[in-house]
């Protein structure tokens, strides 16, 4: 052609080139150094890629180390051990966890009556009003029309490995 210079060459139909000819990743696979930028100029640097916007995207921010950035902010890492929201998360469905442990000691887990205790009514003391108390039987040996007397029984709740008597409000 007249103006060639020793370092070109000239590809065609029979003598293709190949990804690295022309500065390309294979498309079995490659390895791009540095960082990436799809639609955008990536300022996360590091070994990182961003999506269209310059400062949000994936950071591979050590071994073992996968974060999350928005706006140039980490809010979420991924680590082999553990997941690690740096920002309040926003549920719209069901969260099912497969162990409560972490929270489950802290709320109700269980409802029960405690012991019992007999005070007579008729002729006796009876029972004054005890917060957290429930009457459950009335006692009348002689079936007159007095009461003889009355049982009683706190109501309890588990909470954590502890029983607690419930208070009246």
């Given at each position: 052609f007249g103006f060639e210079l020793d370092w070109t060459e000239f590809y065609t139909t029979t003598?293709?080139?190949?990804?690295?000819?022309?500065?390309?990743l294979p498309v079995s696979g490659g390895v791009i150094?540095?960082?990436?930028?799809i639609g955008t100029p990536?300022?996360?640097?590091?070994?990182?890629?961003?999506?269209?916007?310059?400062?949000?995207?994936?950071?591979?921010?050590?071994?073992?180390?996968?974060?999350?950035y928005a706006n140039g902010v980490q809010v979420f890492r991924f680590?082999?051990?553990t997941l690690e929201s740096k920002k309040s998360i926003n549920v719209t469905g069901r969260l099912t966890p497969t162990d409560?442990?972490?929270f489950d000691s802290r709320y109700v887990q269980d409802i029960r009556l405690g012991s019992l205790q007999?005070?007579?009514?008729?002729n006796g003391p009876g029972f004054s009003d005890t917060s957290g108390?429930?009457?459950?039987?009335?006692?009348n040996g002689n079936s007159d029309e007095l009461v003889d007397g009355a049982h009683r029984r706190p109501i309890q709740?588990?909470?954590?490995?502890?029983?607690y008597n419930v208070v009246s409000i």
């Open positions: 003598r293709k080139p190949s990804a690295g000819d022309v500065g390309a150094n540095g960082n990436l930028g990536n300022i996360l640097g590091g070994s990182s890629i961003v999506l269209g916007d310059n400062d949000t995207g994936l950071k591979q921010n050590g071994d073992g180390l996968l974060d999350i680590q082999n051990d409560y442990g972490n007999y005070g007579q009514v008729w108390y429930v009457i459950t039987g009335i006692i709740k588990l909470i954590g490995n502890q029983w």
